[in-house]
């Protein structure tokens, strides 16, 4: 799942690495962590449990076995240690790690008996991405005054910027535009940027749409947010997909006293601001290895519904790694007791009492297993067990011996990490007629769920625990009332007997967990969705989520719920969209 924590919002991949070095960090700060906790041991060891220290019996390596067409924890776990194996370097797109993670996938569906169904033939559908460099020589000059790029500004485009001479006027504040299209036109548009996550993290991966009329849009940064500036302008891996609301110029408060003669906080709608002249070539080069879905189909038994389609995704990607390795078992330890909501505590640094119970626990795992140095992102949860999971119900599907009336995508989505890209271009792009799409079923992060585990928080803040029957659902009523009666009659009718925490589907949920995973994509599109998740816990996006912390029957339960839903979807009524059908080209709040 994409992290949208404070800093994580704005910076993900740097704060991932400066969080995985905590450990380091402590030790050098003399906190009592002890030499003995960081060593250079590469080598995986065996592992038992010391009693009443949280860790897994589950070995770091697990044999392959063949996979059947029943949904199984023996083949959730063949799957998933291939799927979050450090040989895959943690999936970060464009990587050898990912492309391997794909190529592996193909050949699944292929075995299985699905049929491609992504470009020319192929189980693929290759992403427009690239590696987008801002060229130094890029100017920005307002009133005759020239703005330091990535001091004072940035760009966010997928194509060359130029504007010669324009006129800058100011419309209001982000997401509220206070100007007319008459106001306009043939003007660039200035937005001031509320202080807030959530308007951070639009600028930093958009979209923001141009009002109508305008030229282009320039947003005001905040006091205090300039360092969104270098992430904006920083060579990465970018979607180059020419969608709306992909072009805007990004200027810090202090540069905006260059295009206004009044303080941001002082601005009107309405007010004119100097004549810019911008000119921001890009540089694209091609990323190593092809960034792609996973596209495959169950064709349906019905001559007529055949024509329809149930998607079923998870999304492949996870985070890569980090330069230099940390102590496993410290970070472990440390995030379990600190920081139980992995990248969502990030600011999370610990009391004297919290570290005296870190070493107290490492003392005792050093009783029977020795360090080892871990700088991979596995991603073993998030979201290896949908990706695995998704496979699972394809096979299981694919081995009836009649099969759903409708037929069944199964979308394995890239780039979900970078800001949902594989589900936008699926969307945008898509393989088969998207209002063909009955309703979409997302797998993201259903590996954990115990009692143990902090899953989330509820709006006002209290957290969110686990359970045996666990399981947390998000958007299954918000477009169609009745597909959230049919996930719901399914679970009662099957006896799956689950307990469905609805808590962080609230509207208004300050951590927005709606609009950040690959469902989001398709509901926009107004197509039913539901998103299942045994939710957060201490390993998300940290070193720590491997294989062996998967709580495979649960995760299997799960599976068998998600199956038998597609099941009944692809035989029973299409569900009526009934909801509120929202802006695809607008941004989205829960």
């Given at each position: ?122 189980f693929f559908q290759e992403l427009k991405i690239g590696v987008r460099r801002v060229d130094p020589m ?395 998740t045994t939710g957060g816990h201490s390993a998300y996006h940290q070193l720590t989520d491997e294989p ?43």
């Open positions: 799942m994409n992290p949208m924590t404070s800093r994580a919002r704005n910076m993900p991949r740097v704060s991932m690495d400066r969080l995985t070095m905590v450990a380091a960090a402590l030790l050098a700060s003399g906190s009592g962590f002890g030499p003995q906790v960081l060593v250079a041991q590469d080598a995986p060891r065996p592992r038992t449990v010391p009693a009443g220290v949280n860790s897994s019996p589950l070995p770091l390596k697990h044999e392959p076995r063949p996979t059947s067409g029943d949904i199984t924890t023996q083949d959730l776990m063949t799957r998933l240690y291939i799927v979050a194996d450090d040989s895959l370097g943690g999936r970060d797109v464009g990587t050898e790690g990912h492309f391997k993670a794909t190529e592996y996938l193909a050949a699944e569906a292929k075995r299985m008996g699905l049929k491609p169904a992504g470009e020319n033939g192929t890029a100017t920005f000059v307002a009133g005759g005054i020239s703005l330091a790029l990535n001091r004072e500004w940035a760009v966010a485009s997928r194509v060359d910027l130029s504007f010669d001479n324009v006129p800058v006027i100011f419309g209001g504040d982000l997401g509220n535009v206070a100007i007319d299209s008459a106001q306009a036109v043939g003007k660039l548009v200035a937005l001031r940027v509320p202080r807030s996550n959530q308007a951070i993290t639009q600028v930093a991966f958009g979209p923001v749409p141009t009002p109508a009329g305008a030229r282009g849009v320039v947003l005001l940064l905040p006091n205090g947010a300039a360092g969104v500036l270098s992430f904006v302008n920083r060579p990465d891996l970018k979607s180059l997909d020419p969608t709306p609301g992909t072009s805007y110029l990004v200027v810090s408060d202090s540069a905006a006293t260059k295009l206004f003669p009044t303080s941001i906080a002082a601005l009107a709608p309405g007010a004119e601001g100097a004549r810019v002249t911008v000119t921001a070539p890009l540089q694209i080069t091609a990323p190593k290895f092809p960034v792609r879905n996973v596209v495959a189909l169950l064709e349906g038994s019905d001559p007529v519904l055949k024509h329809q389609y149930v998607a079923v995704g998870a999304h492949s990607d996870h985070v890569g790694t980090v330069p230099r390795g940390v102590d496993h078992d410290s970070l472990l330890v440390f995030n379990r007791i600190v920081r139980p909501g992995g990248v969502e505590d990030e600011g999370n640094f610990g009391t004297p009492e919290q570290f005296a119970q870190v070493n107290a626990e490492l003392a005792e795992l050093r009783k029977t297993r020795s360090a080892r140095r871990d700088s991979i992102f596995n991603g073993a949860d998030d979201d290896g067990s949908g990706t695995v999971a998704v496979q699972e119900v394809a096979e299981y599907l694919a081995s009836l011996t009649t099969k759903p009336k409708r037929s069944t995508l199964f979308v394995w989505h890239a780039g979900e990490e970078k800001g949902l890209w594989g589900s936008a271009y699926f969307t945008e792009h898509p393989t088969v007629p998207r209002d063909s799409i009955v309703a979409q079923l997302n797998v993201d992060m259903v590996g954990r769920g115990s009692a143990t585990d902090v899953t989330g928080a509820t709006a006002t803040g209290e957290p969110l625990r686990g359970g045996p029957d666990y399981l947390q659902l998000v958007g299954s009523r918000r477009l169609s009332t009745e597909l959230g009666n049919l996930v719901e009659r399914v679970n009662k009718d099957r006896k799956h007997t689950f307990v469905f925490d609805y808590a962080m589907d609230a509207n208004g949920h300050p951590m927005n967990i709606y609009c950040r995973s690959d469902h989001y994509e398709y509901a926009k599109w107004g197509i039913p969705v539901t998103f299942f062996q912390y998967i709580d495979y029957p649960h995760m299997q339960r799960v599976t068998r719920l998600i199956a038998d839903i597609a099941l009944e979807l692809g035989n029973g009524a299409r569900p009526k969209v009934d909801g509120v059908r929202l802006d695809p080209r607008g941004s989205c709040k829960q």
